[in-house]
């Protein structure tokens, strides 16, 4: 895990990223929680995706902003990803400290990360970009299991 002290030593791609993630931040579905939360997947060869929560009386069936992102990647029909940025904010205020994946979206993004072959970054930042944490999926979710674990040959959805 490393605190970044300057947006500057962030990659371009990175950058990008989380600017696209507070962008659609604004698009968060939050009725309950009053809480707004973007993701922005990232490619190797700078496509983005993005994503926000949507939020729902039923409370499982709430989507976090990482599943979101995922799932319209999905729809895309692209799923190798070498990052994705997140940024979150209250209805009436400002984060201090970054906000991480839930448990739920974790085991989503090692699977994409397996999907991708690769260990996925992951930018974490507060909603003024003053506090930004670069890490990584493996470091979020130590000794996670995924399809390579239980052996399924994941080659054919790897677009």
Do not use: W
């Amino acid at each position: 895990m490393q605190q970044i002290s300057s947006l500057g030593e962030l990659s371009a791609i990175q950058s990008t990223a989380l600017d696209e993630a507070l962008l659609v931040l604004e698009n968060s579905y939050n009725p309950y929680s009053h809480f707004c939360v973007g993701a922005c997947l990232y490619t190797q060869d700078g496509k983005l995706v993005s994503g926000t929560n949507v939020e729902n009386a039923a409370y499982g069936s709430t989507i976090c902003a990482e599943r979101s992102a995922i799932l319209s990647a999905n729809a895309l029909g692209i799923r190798r990803f070498i990052g994705i940025a997140i940024i979150a904010r209250g209805e009436n205020f400002d984060t201090t400290e970054v906000t991480g994946p839930c448990g739920s979206c974790r085991q989503m993004l090692y699977e994409l990360s397996q999907i991708s072959n690769c260990d996925l970054e992951i930018v974490l930042s507060t909603s003024k970009k003053d506090k930004i944490i670069v890490t990584t999926i493996k470091e979020l979710l130590p000794l996670a299991f995924g399809p390579v674990d239980l052996g399924i040959d994941i080659t054919k959805y790897q677009k």
